[in-house]
């Protein structure tokens, strides 16, 4: 129940949260689209469930942060921009496996 809860709680207040989950309903709306492989929907799903996940993980980390420090501290930043950056890196290769599928399939 707190799973689900926590789930929900971030869809509906974080703005970072509501963009990710937004692109990945564009994403799974692609694959059917261009009815992408059993693999590609593997691929693409571990992707999306990734940043999705690391993106939680990250706005945990800033609540915490802020709950503990909430003035500016310049080890809170790094922490913090250390947790923005694994975002990041998500998403970089998230949208790798993505121009893997469908580049094909647009230009093809």
Not at 33 to 62: D, H, K, P, R
Not at 70 to 97: C, M, N, R, T, W
Request: charged share 15%; glycine share 8%.
């Amino acid at each position: 129940g707190y799973a689900y809860r926590g789930a929900l709680l971030l869809i509906k207040t974080e703005a970072s949260i509501k963009v990710q989950f937004s692109i990945a309903i564009i994403i799974v709306i692609l694959g059917f689209y261009f009815n992408i492989s059993t693999t590609e929907w593997m691929l693409q799903l571990l992707a999306i469930g990734l940043v999705i996940s690391i993106e939680a993980a990250n706005t945990a980390i800033e609540k915490i942060a802020d709950f503990i420090h909430p003035e500016y501290h310049k080890k809170i930043g790094i922490i913090k921009d250390v947790a923005a950056g694994a975002v990041f890196l998500s998403a970089l290769f998230a949208s790798a496996i993505g121009f893997i599928i469908y580049l094909p399939k647009l230009i093809g």
